[in-house]
C-alpha cells in the first residue's frame, strides 16, 4: 500500500550524539504517530501528534507536526545503547477510513557506545 | 498494564497446514487491527474489527485467510491451507476507539515449510 517518505532509511551514531528523522507525504494527516521496533517485538508507540505545528516530548524524544500537515519529525537527543531499533512514522487521515495508518518504511538505528 | 497478546509467538508448519493465530486486545479496546509485515511489503493491515463486527477485510489476500472476533477479548486469524509465501511476522493491535493510536502485540512469526 501507499507509504510515507522516512528518511534517512538507516544511521549509525556514537552514543551522547543527537539524532534526528523526518517523514513527508504529498497527502495531508490528521494525525501523526511514531513507533519504535525493537528485534522480534511489536512496534511501541513513542509520541501521538494531533495537531499542525505541535510539538510532543517524551523523555529525550521530542516530535512535531508539521504546520503543512504533510510532514513529521522525531528527534532523539543524548543518544543511548537502548535506542537501538526501527523507528517507524504513520499517518493517519480524517474521514470514513480514519482507522488506516499508512506507514513509513522504517530508520534503522544503530548507536555505537 | 497488560498490553495486547498474542499467541503462539512462533509457530513453523508445514504447507498445507491449517494455522490459527490468536489475539488478546486491551481490555475495553472497541478497535482491532491484524496485520502482516515482511521485508518487502512492510505493515500491512488485513483486517479491522470495530465492537467485534468486521469493518474492512479489503486486505485480506485470499480466501485462504479468515478472521473472527466472537467476543471483546478475542480474536483469530486463519489460514487454511498455509502457503509458503503466508511466512510472515503477524501483529495484532488494538485501539481505544479508531480514532486513537493502535497499540500493538509482540506478533507471531510465521514460517510455512
Known amino acids: 500500500g501507499q507509504q510515507l517518505n522516512q528518511s534517512p532509511q538507516s544511521m549509525f551514531i556514537q552514543e551522547g550524539e543527537d539524532v534526528s528523522m523526518n517523514c513527508t507525504s504529498s497527502?495531508?494527516?490528521?494525525?501523526w504517530l511514531w513507533y519504535k521496533q525493537d528485534p522480534g517485538e511489536g512496534p511501541v508507540l513513542l509520541i501521538a501528534?494531533?495537531?499542525?505545528?505541535e510539538l510532543t516530548s517524551n523523555g529525550r524524544l521530542t516530535a512535531q507536526f508539521g504546520i503543512t500537515r504533510k510532514d513529521s519529525f522525531l528527534n532523539i537527543s543524548a543518544s543511548i545503547p537502548s535506542d537501538v531499533g526501527i523507528y517507524f512514522c504513520a499517518g493517519q487521515r480524517e474521514g470514513g477510513s480514519n482507522y488506516k495508518l499508512t506507514f513509513g518504511k522504517g530508520t534503522l538505528l544503530t548507536v555505537n557506545p | 498494564d497488560a498490553g495486547v497478546i498474542q499467541s503462539p509467538r512462533h509457530e513453523v508448519t508445514e504447507m498445507g497446514q491449517e494455522v490459527t493465530l490468536r489475539c488478546k486486545p486491551i481490555?475495553?479496546?472497541?478497535?482491532l487491527f491484524w496485520y502482516r509485515q515482511t521485508m518487502m511489503r512492510g505493515l500491512e493491515l488485513l483486517i479491522y474489527f470495530n465492537n467485534n463486527v468486521p469493518i474492512d477485510d479489503s486486505g485480506m489476500p485470499e480466501d485462504r485467510f479468515s478472521a473472527k472476533m466472537p467476543n471483546a477479548s478475542f480474536s483469530t486469524l486463519k489460514i487454511q491451507p498455509s502457503e509458503p509465501r503466508d511466512s510472515a511476522v503477524y501483529f495484532c493491535a488494538s485501539s481505544f476507539d479508531r480514532y486513537r493510536p493502535q497499540h500493538f502485540g509482540d506478533g507471531t512469526r510465521l514460517s510455512i515449510l
Open positions: 501528534l494531533y495537531k499542525a505545528g
Open positions: 481490555s475495553g479496546h472497541n478497535s
Open positions: 497527502s495531508i494527516f490528521n494525525t
